[in-house]
């Protein structure tokens, strides 16, 4: 009988996955050549991420005008790297913060720009998902965290935007139902809901990027990962 744990991540994962996983690293798809030693550029390596872009997309219903990116790292890399690729020091990011992710990525983010907490739940620990704002419409984008795996907390209802909403789904991607047009830029890192640890899944409305006042290291700049399909 397979084993199960309530771990925050990493998750576990089917048996057809391992089964898969475990014959790719001796053969992949009858190549002769380990997953492990085949080009990330080459055809083999390439079917697997368009494959994994498509179902992204198909689950998620997704339009054109979004890139889907599998980045390497965890998603505590996405804290900074949001608010590089899109806050100014002349703006400013509003944040809702209902827990330690959130809070990380509001110490990231001050890096960068002007950080504003709009609403918090530190007052009761954490205990509850704050209610009653208004998202002001200065802002260069809101940052939520829909899933609270260590305080027990979710949104279930998400706040009215009048600027861009950047949401790390970690946690809870794929679990239900989301209406990605709430959201300009998300992201996920894989151990939680998605797979192994190692990289991070971001989706981000293209149209986003470009905007802030600052050159950004080529490997931390989404529009290099889009251009290069990497």
Request: charged share 20%; glycine share 6%; with cysteine.
């Amino acid at each position: 009988m397979k084993k199960h744990n309530f771990n925050a991540g990493p998750a576990i994962l089917p048996d057809s996955v391992l089964e898969k996983a475990a014959a790719s690293v001796i053969d992949l798809n009858g190549s002769g050549l380990s997953i492990l030693e085949v080009s990330h550029r080459g055809a083999d390596f390439t079917a697997i991420i368009e494959r994994a872009e498509a179902l992204t997309r198909q689950i998620l219903d997704l339009p054109d005008d979004y890139a889907v990116l599998f980045l390497s790292g965890g998603a505590s890399s996405q804290f900074f790297m949001t608010a590089m690729n899109l806050l100014d020091e002349s703006g400013k990011a509003y944040y809702v913060d209902t827990g330690s992710w959130s809070s990380k990525a509001i110490k990231e983010a001050r890096l960068f720009g002007q950080v504003e907490v709009l609403a918090s739940s530190k007052d009761r620990n954490y205990s509850y998902i704050p209610k009653g704002y208004e998202v002001p419409s200065d802002g260069t984008y809101l940052h939520l965290t829909s899933n609270n795996t260590i305080f027990g907390t979710q949104f279930h209802e998400w706040p009215e935007s009048p600027i861009p909403v950047v949401c790390d789904l970690s946690s809870d991607i794929f679990s239900r139902p989301i209406d990605l047009s709430r959201f300009d830029l998300i992201y996920a890192g894989a151990q939680k809901n998605l797979g192994p640890a190692g990289t991070t899944l971001v989706i981000v409305r293209k149209e986003l990027l470009g905007r802030v006042n600052r050159q950004l290291p080529s490997m931390l700049d989404y529009r290099n990962h889009i251009d290069q399909n990497s």
